[in-house]
């Protein structure tokens, strides 16, 4: 009976199961960047496509004739659900090409090319998109500045025209003596302190209860003599009984309390509402990366060559 010749693909798959012996030399990477690179690019454009269509769809779904527009939510709702599917399919497209590319007959090679799809796509979707931000963000500051100087230009100009006609209609010494008599004013105002309220001048008064004011808002109270001495102070100003002057500091220093309560509350809700916001945020952007690992490995695995087979037999 004659012998048929062993194929080589026998010998072939010999060869790649022998065990190497101590001291040989490791086998070379079996990473293809190339077929990592063409993967990145089809994800890329896949998605990219399938993005311009969704825009294109939603376009056409705004009816501002007919009233027939959908709502903001639904329409926010269904453009992320189309850019998600969207992007998976491209890493999936992605994955597979890469694998198929790779010539790799191993599960484990193609599932790392895909995954390495994965990572490169994103990192290059990351770069664009803060270029993209960047760019409004200088275009933005450039505009502002540009209003800004024009704002100050228009202003200088006003100004230097007001300021002519106030040359022209003053002289040097009329704006001195009214210079001065605002600083004898200022100066009267803040030597009042400790006098009796009834001889003072409003403007003393006025000073002084501004002074007992912000030592109430910065120390938290005052002491008995100071919250006497406003309320004396208040009785004076404006003409009132002692109880009278008293109650109204109290009523004053409730508002004081009750307004700086509800400024806390707001801005520890608004505290609350950033923290959560960053949180539901982070948690979006995991189960897309997620999502989108799994769609490359799934993408690569459909893209894995498969093992040749020989009279029934299934070799490496």
């Given at each position: 009976?004659?012998?048929?010749?062993?194929?080589?693909?026998?010998?072939?798959?010999?060869?790649?199961?022998?065990?190497?012996?101590?001291?040989?030399?490791?086998?070379?990477?079996?990473?293809?960047?190339?077929?990592?690179?063409?993967?990145?690019?089809?994800?890329?454009?896949?998605?990219?496509?399938?993005?311009?269509?969704?825009?294109?769809?939603?376009?056409?779904?705004?009816?501002?004739?007919?009233?027939?527009?959908?709502?903001?939510?639904?329409?926010?709702?269904?453009?992320?659900?189309?850019?998600?599917?969207?992007?998976?399919?491209?890493l999936a497209a992605g994955?597979?090409?890469?694998?198929?590319?790779?010539?790799?007959?191993?599960?484990?090679?193609?599932?790392?090319?895909?995954?390495?799809?994965?990572?490169?796509?994103?990192?290059?979707?990351?770069?664009?998109?803060?270029?993209?931000?960047?760019?409004?963000?200088?275009?933005?500051?450039?505009?502002?500045?540009?209003?800004?100087?024009?704002?100050?230009?228009?202003?200088?100009?006003?100004?230097?025209?007001?300021?002519?006609?106030?040359?022209?209609?003053?002289?040097?010494?009329?704006?001195?003596?009214?210079?001065?008599?605002?600083?004898?004013?200022?100066?009267?105002?803040?030597?009042?302190?400790?006098?009796?309220?009834?001889?003072?001048?409003?403007?003393?008064?006025?000073?002084?209860?501004?002074?007992?004011?912000?030592?109430?808002?910065?120390?938290?109270?005052?002491?008995?003599?100071?919250?006497?001495?406003?309320?004396?102070?208040?009785?004076?100003?404006?003409?009132?009984?002692?109880?009278?002057?008293?109650?109204?500091?109290?009523?004053?220093?409730?508002?004081?309390?009750?307004?700086?309560r509800q400024a806390e509350?707001?801005?520890?809700?608004?505290?609350?509402?950033?923290?959560?916001?960053?949180?539901?945020?982070?948690?979006?952007?995991?189960?897309?990366?997620?999502?989108?690992?799994?769609?490359?490995?799934?993408?690569?695995?459909?893209?894995?060559?498969?093992?040749?087979?020989?009279?029934?037999?299934?070799?490496?």
């Amino acid at each position: 009976m004659q012998t048929r010749a062993t194929p080589d693909v026998y010998n072939d798959a010999a060869r790649a199961t022998a065990v190497l012996p101590e001291g040989a030399p490791s086998l070379p990477s079996r990473v293809s960047w190339g077929a990592v690179i063409a993967g990145a690019v089809v994800a890329l454009t896949i998605g990219l496509m399938l993005n311009a269509l969704g825009a294109g769809i939603g376009a056409t779904s705004v009816d501002a004739t007919a009233r027939g527009t959908p709502s903001a939510s639904s329409f926010g709702i269904g453009a992320a659900i189309w850019v998600l599917v969207s992007n998976l399919i491209g890493l999936a497209a992605g994955g597979y090409v890469a694998a198929r590319l790779s010539g790799t007959s191993d599960n484990t090679d193609g599932t790392l090319h895909g995954l390495a799809v994965w990572g490169t796509t994103f990192l290059i979707s990351a770069v664009l998109l803060g270029n993209l931000v960047s760019g409004i963000a200088s275009t933005a500051a450039s505009g502002a500045s540009s209003l800004v100087s024009s704002v100050a230009s228009g202003t200088g100009s006003a100004v230097s025209a007001v300021g002519q006609q106030a040359a022209n209609r003053t002289d040097t010494g009329t704006l001195q003596n009214a210079a001065q008599g605002l600083v004898d004013r200022v100066q009267g105002a803040l030597s009042g302190g400790g006098g009796v309220p009834a001889t003072m001048t409003s403007d003393q008064r006025k000073a002084e209860m501004s002074t007992l004011v912000t030592r109430r808002v910065t120390d938290g109270q005052l002491s008995t003599s100071d919250r006497e001495r406003l309320n004396g102070l208040v009785a004076a100003e404006y003409n009132l009984s002692p109880q009278d002057a008293q109650a109204r500091v109290q009523q004053a220093e409730q508002q004081a309390v009750q307004t700086a309560r509800q400024a806390e509350e707001k801005a520890r809700s608004a505290a609350d509402a950033a923290a959560s916001g960053a949180a539901k945020a982070a948690f979006a952007v995991f189960a897309i990366m997620l999502l989108g690992a799994i769609a490359s490995v799934l993408g690569a695995r459909r893209g894995t060559r498969d093992l040749l087979t020989v009279r029934s037999t299934r070799i490496a």
